[in-house]
């Protein structure tokens, strides 16, 4: 399809679809609320399954909300000792219930921050909590 003809069915129906999803750039907490709404909408129809017909729809407004928020509410980087200490409290860990690390006093040398994770202990972790090894570093 030519250029000119592309634009042409652009114009003619993004206000409609516009008007009908809500979806527009994100500029506002309105905006996102109206996003994360269909974003929803489009969850609970199975939207997120790849088959789905509207599956890039969804992706679409997951990638408005992204946007957002990494705009609005960035995040601080996150080291493996931070996500240890997350898993641990989830799931209601001690130091001691952590054989993937070692003993009691390796996971508390690594959580003040003495000792580092290892390969090996990551692998474990990673195992153990269904995660990619990447989330460690």
Known sequence: ???KRV?????TYWDAFSA??????????????TATQLADALVEEGAINERHP??????????????YDQRHYPQREVHGVDLLRFLMEQ???R???LP?????SVVSEILSGKRELTVNH??????????SPAAFF
């Open 100 to 104: 993937e690390i070692g003993t009691q």
């Open 1 to 3: 399809m030519k250029p």
């Open 91 to 93: 799931h209601g860990l």
């Open 20 to 33: 009908a999803s809500g979806l527009r750039h994100i500029d506002t907490e309105d905006d996102y609320d």
């Open 7 to 11: 634009m042409e069915n652009i114009v």
């Open 54 to 67: 509207q599956h890039s729809l969804f992706l679409l407004v997951s990638d408005l909300i992204y946007a």
């Open 122 to 131: 990551i692998r474990g972790l990673a195992e153990r909590f269904h995660l």
């Open 95 to 97: 130091q001691n219930q």
